[in-house]
Each structure stands twice: as structure tokens, then as C-alpha cells.
């Protein structure tokens, strides 16, 4: 009799190990098998080339990301200047991917970046380690 109730007590635990592996699948494997880094690119037209003026909304598209990752801006010297905002309105880039084509906008202005200074957007991982290449601007005061 114990040898059936300890049966079921391990198909019971095998059962509930499943569930969790299967419901969490995404989260446990599929961020550490992307096979590319993350990739923004300022999708509003910057008069000047890659410049932002004040006052003004910088539009990304983040390819290769997930919901909410975390963009950021660093002056030139990589020193981070206070600014970020998480992506939005991701959908899956392909069917069967695990891969978000996301957008993201942050508002940029005088208050915190320098007249003339070089700057640019990156974006963080799931653990906070800087994930993908810089998108470099200038910022211009008016």
C-alpha cells in the first residue's frame, strides 16, 4: 500500500515539474538562445542627419528585444545621462520567434543633455549588461 501512495506522490511531483518547465519555457530558455543582439534605430526624420533638437521625440524601433526592455542614453564618453524609457507596442518579429520588433519614444531636452553634445541610445538585457549596438545623435538647443 505505501508503494502505491509513494508512486503517485512522484508521478504527482513529475506532472507539476513539467507545468512549471512548460509554462516558463520562454523565461528559462528563450532569452539566452537569441542568436542576435538588440538593434535601434531612430525611425523619426532628424533634420540634419542624427541630430535632435530640443523639445522634441525621439521615435525607436528596437528589432530583436522583448517587452519592456530598458533604452538608455549615454554621452559620448559612455557616462549615463538619466534618461530611458522601456519598449512598447512589441509584436513578434516572426512566427515562431522569440524575437519582439518593439517601439519605444523618449522626450529629450535641455534640462539634461548639453547644446552640441554627442549622445546615444543602448539598450539593456533582462540582467542590466548593455545589449546590442550605439545609436549616436547630437543633441542641438533650439
Known sequence: MDFKVDKYIVYAIIVLLVAVVAFNFEKLTGYAVRDSPTQITITNTLPGGDVLKDRTVARLEVRNSFPNQRIKVYNEDGRYEGYSVNTENCKVSEVGSIDY????????????LANNGRYYFQALDRKGNLDGGKVFFTFKNG
Open 101 to 112: 520588433t518593439c517601439e519605444a519614444d523618449i522626450y529629450v531636452s535641455s534640462y539634461e
